[in-house]
């Protein structure tokens, strides 16, 4: 079941999307603040949520954990409560994040054929623990981004849905699993500045994709420079500067085929390529058909 929602309440408001599975909920939230203050958060369901920031900066106390956190940008985590009692202090005027909350049966099924990250956790949650996955937050990687647009967009319908959704609620688990059993000493970005500049550097590519800036623009535009913009960019997102870039073209050129009117050629230079001809040619290389066939074809309709 899916619904959407729109809350108004004292500091601003929220607009929400939630889908209903069997033993697991998905919901996406954007929050416009009015202003900065703190709020609170309390409800008395026991769950593990995958949990990842998608835009903003915030602080929370999470009661249940005896912890603060501090975070900005994209980043996620994997948390297990029977109850939440949450304090939120906002630091920008919007935050927008994404989650799923699996029930503790299911969580456990899934997590004790796990890595060693997740059977240490289902070990507490069968424990009735309060627990996280890891005290440090990680970033989105791209693999995770594209994940979460792929349920954002999905295009099945009724049985279908559900089963792409639970699937793929799946795959986000595995792959934080991943994410986290990496060993977190051989990093090249240690700083949070440097990481914020990184966070910069991809929601300016984000917001540029007809027209993004070259390395060396990229490096003045947010004062890193460009060996560590490199390094530290396939380090955080898993990806190249212009990896991200091609991916993040080849999947909005997929959800405008397949979720608009528009034309093959509109969508060519919708999305920075220089010529129809150029667009096709990427995308067939990357999808296997060319773009005008791929609305009618049975094997992609997401």
């Not at 981004?145 to 795959?171: A, G, M, P």
């Amino acid at each position: 079941m899916e619904k959407d929602n729109y809350l108004t309440f004292e500091n601003g408001n929220i607009t929400s999307k939630k889908w209903e599975l069997d033993r697991i909920s998905i919901s996406h939230s954007i929050i416009d603040y009015n202003s900065f203050e703190a709020h609170t958060s309390k409800n008395d369901s026991e769950s593990v949520r995958l949990h990842f920031g998608l835009s903003g900066n915030y602080d929370f106390n999470f009661k249940q954990l005896k912890s603060s956190f501090k975070l900005t940008g994209h980043h996620n985590n994997i948390i297990y409560s029977d109850g939440l009692d949450i304090e939120v202090f906002n630091k920008s005027k919007r935050i927008e994040t994404f989650g799923i909350n699996f029930t503790t049966e299911t969580f456990i099924n899934i997590a004790q054929n796990g890595n060693d990250s997740l059977k240490k956790l289902a070990e507490k949650v069968i424990n009735k623990k309060n627990a996280i996955l890891s005290n440090e937050w990680k970033p989105n990687n791209f693999k995770i981004h594209q994940v979460i647009n792929e349920i954002l967009y999905c295009q099945f319908t009724d049985e279908l849905k559900d089963l792409f959704l639970l699937s793929k609620s799946i795959e986000l688990l595995v792959l934080q699993a991943e994410l986290y059993e990496s060993n977190s000493q051989s990093r090249f970005i240690k700083s949070n500045l440097d990481k914020q500049k990184l966070f910069e550097a991809k929601e300016i590519l984000v917001k540029k994709i007809d027209n993004p800036p070259t390395i060396s623009q990229l490096s003045i535009l947010v004062n890193l420079n460009e060996y560590k913009l490199k390094k530290g960019f396939k380090e955080m997102f898993g990806t190249t500067v212009f990896g991200y870039i091609h991916s993040n073209r080849m999947s909005l050129a997929k959800r405008l085929l397949l979720g608009t009117d528009m034309s093959a050629k509109e969508i060519a230079y919708e999305t920075g390529y220089s010529s129809p001809q150029h667009f096709s040619k990427a995308f067939k290389k990357e999808f296997g058909n060319t773009p005008d066939s791929i609305r009618n074809h049975p094997d992609y309709t997401t």
